[in-house]
């Protein structure tokens, strides 16, 4: 199971544009980096995965560079609402992630 | 589509009491899981269930936690009795498939031991 570092926390305000990083220099051929949202009393949410270069939905971006070894999720235009904690996970898709094995992710405070 | 619900949403109970929490997942999801999330942390599998047989409860702790899941469908989760550090919010989960990367949570039970 490829161990995850992301920040413990970060700010931004209103609007700007935000990046977490997360590093996983033990990554395997077959994992996948996927990402979930997590909303003061609720559950986690799934928002985006990837295995290279880039992944774009509606919520976000996931940039992963040609090593794998990190990946980046990008939030555009941040707003009051994306306040959250963000998990990044990594794992092979046919074994399930090891069951989403989760960290204590980056906290996002999003400030007026 | 209707999401995964959890009762009650919060739960005031005292040491050595016992408590149960309800889970309804998704319809048509095959396999549910049980989470739980202290204060600051990552939320941590307690028990995974496929259709109602146990995949996997090796985090569950056995002498005060059960779980069980009848017909496939609703769970319920008990504790009994109750410990101070089992102050948390338990999450349910389901996904279509077994193993599943993507999950749909519940907005869980926050209990509290006094």
């Known amino acids: 199971l490829a161990k995850t570092t992301q920040p413990i926390s970060m700010d931004s305000y209103e609007g700007q544009e935000v990046n977490i990083t997360c590093s996983h220099n033990n990554i395997a051929t077959n994992d996948y980096i996927t990402w979930y949202q997590q909303f003061p009393s609720q559950g986690p949410r799934f928002i985006i995965q990837?295995?290279?270069t880039k992944v774009t939905n509606e919520v976000a971006s996931l940039f992963i560079p040609a090593d794998r070894k990190s990946s980046t999720l990008s939030l555009p235009r941040v707003s009051l609402s994306d306040t959250a904690v963000y998990y990044c996970?990594?794992?092979?898709?046919?074994?399930?992630?090891?069951?989403?094995?989760f960290g204590t992710g980056t906290r996002l405070l999003v400030s007026p | 589509e209707a999401g995964v619900a959890q009762s009650p949403r919060y739960k005031i109970i005292e040491k050595r009491q016992s408590v149960a929490f309800w889970c309804n997942p998704i319809s048509g999801h095959a396999t549910l899981y049980w989470y739980q999330q202290i204060l600051g942390q990552g939320p941590k599998l307690l028990i995974q269930?496929?259709?109602?047989?146990?995949?996997?409860d090796s985090q569950l702790p056995k002498d005060r936690f059960s779980a069980e899941r009848l017909k496939g469908v609703d769970s319920t989760l008990k504790i009994q009795p109750a410990k101070l550090e089992d102050s948390a919010v338990y999450l349910c989960?389901?996904?279509?498939?077994?193993?599943?990367?993507?999950?749909?949570f519940g907005p869980g039970t926050r209990l509290t031991v006094t």
């Open positions: 989960a389901s996904s279509l498939f077994r193993d599943a990367y993507e999950q749909y």
């Open positions: 990837g295995y290279k």
């Open positions: 269930f496929q259709n109602n047989g146990v995949v996997d």
């Open positions: 996970l990594v794992g092979d898709l046919n074994t399930g992630f090891q069951k989403l094995v």
